[in-house]
């Protein structure tokens, strides 16, 4: 896993697991991650595969009962999971930004939409009340929020979805974050305002060396915005790559079967593949490597051990006992 | 999504909704005229209450347009200046309860686990005492009388309602993504109880404290009905009280201090169910 450039954020061996009454539900079972400095990292996976909870842990907003259990969360050289709660309440929001998936529900609807982004600037910065205005309008206008004097007095209500996802990322970026990260943030908006805001926060990194941590099952995005991809499954990380070599040289048959579950424009296929059964259940995961229920590759061992993470080339780690046979070997479906 | 939609109509919506709701009207103008006799009463009372102004149990007449009482003062002074204790009592309580019950329950409802066990113990020791015989027995051990003390005595367990709607309401509003967004941006506790959980939650507390209000006025005239009010003041409950001798052959003295009783009541439980109509979520669309 070594990259060129700065690492902002490296996550070694994150264990956050949830002691339910029915069990312990290992969201994210030890998982390794870097992102560099002003770089996009994507993660992806299907829906409860762990990402949110990655993200999560990194802020340390996994509420009861889920519990960090293992690892270090280094962040500009300083552990996250050695800082009391009042540092991190510094930390968010401050150093790093969380933007969320559903614009709708995260504003505030009784406040004006200039008030909550004046106190997420309040809450971090020293500005005194007669030039927040100002601040909060050149913060509107770099998000591309259009008329914005007017606007910031207006509710949340009269805002679009698309304008209330600039309005989150207005906040986040309000103190010039250092990490920014955007839990599936254009998922619940429509194809065109999904590209302005990706767009918006391609222009974010370029203009502030925001670095992102981008979640998404969206392998679209990821192939437009990201610069390397973690693939996630089950609360393991299963490929890390950068992105072109994910995309065009996919080693983890998960990610190979992610892939080809994807529409394309370009190939001329009658059926999409689809990956055949269910991310399991957490509470009772396979023994071996958890993919193995539903992979095409499944031999014995792959029931037995856990693969580890192996980087096979510089800056491409991937968890898979067998891939060095699969190349050769047709898969047979053999769930 | 539904629901936060519904949450964000604004105050000018709820307006609109509030003034086609006629009962709520009618209520809010019983309200206002009962304030505005509290606030002028020595401008409009004919006489001095406390004053003998006449013979004793004159019937209602041009000169003493609500009769006399048994010592002879002018009734319709004693019911103009008694709505000023009514409101004491019914704002006084309901205010005190609102400050009471909203902090309890804020703290209960945000802060959850074992903090929210005890204190809601205590709620429900509150509740399960039958709230008439406390009174009965604090004003009889303390001998305290006047309308203030009343109003602290109402608030005493009138706050319990309030603190178990506030805390409920409190845990569906931290779980809401507005509130995880703003601890994500790194709000305090503080911070979120009063910028994002307080605010979102006013209507309920309006509505409840409003609709409280006309319960305490009740309560202070059975009070003073049952000789536990000062007999000095100038209480519709208390002019109650004295008009019950006489019932058989001066029927004004008890008839316009309940009419007056009954009727505020009445403005104050239709303003709160209007405010309800127009302020709850869960109501609106149904009318």
Redesign the interface.
Known sequence: MTEEGEKLLSIKDLKTHFFTERGVVKAVDGINLEIGKGKILGLVGESGSGKTVTALSIVRLVSYPGKILNGYILFQNENLLEKNEREMRHIRGNRISMIFQDPMSCLNPVFTVGDQVAEAIRLHQDIPRSEIEQSVVNIFEKVGIPDAKKRLKEHPHKFSGGMRQRVMIAMALSCHPDLLIADEPTTNLDVTIQLQILNLMRKIKRDFKTSILLITHDLGVIAEMADHVAVMYAGKIMEYSDVVEVFSNPLHPYTKALLESVPRLDVETRRLRVIPGTVPELLNPPDGCRFSPRCAYTREVCRKEVPPLIEIKRGHSVACLRMNDIDTERGDNNV | ?TQ??Q????WSENWRRFRKNKAALIGGLIVLAVVITAIIAPVISPYNPDDVVAGRLQPPSNKFWFGTDGIGRDCLSRVVWGSRTALMVGLGASLISVIVGVAFGSIAGYYGGIIDDAMMRICEILLVIPSFFLYILIVSIFRVRGPEYIAVLLALTGWTELAKIVRVDFFSLKE???T?????????DI?IIF??LL??D?APIIVVATMNIAGFIIMEAALSFIGLGDPTACSWGIMLSQGRQYIGYAWWLATFPGLATFITAVGFNFLGDGLRDSLDPRLRGTI
């Open positions: 999504m936060f939609a949450r964000a109509v604004t809401r993504e507005f995880k967004a703003a601890i994500g941006l790194g709000a305090s911070h910028r994002y605010p979102n006013l």
